[in-house]
């Protein structure tokens, strides 16, 4: 049970369906951010533990639970096209929140409140007629105002333009062989043949580490094995990093496929708005997701405590799906393109410009100014889509 527990009847008020992140971080934004329609519940099937899960990402605010974040870091490193960059990052951190000192950090803001609280049940309907009604498979049923649907993760969508495969490996290594102060974002130092395809490599302290390999798949072709995966991991250490079987061993693993949905569908439905990755807010060029979540929460709550409704968000501008869908059909097209587009985007001394620009807070003229530098013949080819 990650807040305090609710088991009483709940009629009026917010029934949030899903407490991973997204359900959580709007639990403490509503809390922190009064008036509310009356008491929030998250309702959560306790299949996936929270505690084990952990999220990166870069920002520049300091958002309602910056205190969950534990390590933060001033540059990243990128290997692209035979260059070897270290950017610093300007008025952005990149920061690893984890999912222990995330629910903590809710907690600081649910739990001085009464009437926000959790549930553990599986939602098994959501009827929408005159007011909705939650159902759950122990039988209760929950009467809200509000519902906001974050029931995760969504590992199929018909309307993704491609999916993200990845299998993240924690790395405990003999030797010294990481920055403990740099994060490896993208080194495009494994096989590109079949997809597009980098290594990104999440330090802890110099002998420890989290190690990934992603890759760009079409949305229709079968997903990368685990033990592929696991091969092209080994062939980095052992002929990118030059470190000898034997002298580090492979830890725990998570293993995932997230689908990359370019233009996501409509999120409102009557009183009830999805929320998290199943709105789209997971960003279909990065696959990052973390503070799109917060930023999207701040707003809900806001919009709550200034027109008693949720729906007074930021509306995203569509020229940025039509960016993200260019990308995503040029590197399906010609794998080799991600690398030859990051090797351009990173040629500067700072990640800052490139960084709003993956938030969508760059104006028309930045874009320009972006692009000007970048291989523009794929792009166009799928922006046009010729
Ligand atoms: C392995 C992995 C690593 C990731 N790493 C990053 C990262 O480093 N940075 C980043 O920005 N993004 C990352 N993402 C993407 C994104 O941030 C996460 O998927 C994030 O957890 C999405 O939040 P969410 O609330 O939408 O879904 P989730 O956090 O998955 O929460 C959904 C919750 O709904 C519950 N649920 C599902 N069905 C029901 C039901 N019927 N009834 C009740 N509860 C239900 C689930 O058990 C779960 O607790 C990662 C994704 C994955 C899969």
Redesign the pocket.
Known sequence: MSLRTWDGPLNGGIAI???????LSLAAHLAATPPRPGPVVV???G??D?TA?????WTRRTGLLESAATEVFDRMRVVAGGHDRTLALGDYRYRVVHGAALVAAVRRHTDPVPDVGSSI???VDVDDAQRPCVVLDDGRELRPDWVFD????VEVDSRADAALDFLGVRIRADDPLFDPHVPVLFDFRTDQTDRASFVYVLPTDAHHALVEHVCFLDPDTPGVPADVHLAAIRVYFSEVLGVAEGTYEIGAS?H?R?PLVAQPAERTDGRMMRI???AGL?KASS?????H?QRDCEAIARSFAQHGHPFDVPKRHNRFARYDRALLTAVLGRPSFLEELFAALFARGSAAPVLRFLDEDTSLRDETRLFAALPAGPLIRGLTGR
């Open positions: 369906l899903g407490g991973g992140l997204s359900g309702v959560d099937d299949v996936h929270i899960a952990s999220w990166a990402s049940g599986r939602v974050a029931r995760g993760p998570e995932a997230l998290g990755a199943a997971l696959g990052y997701a973390y503070e979540i």
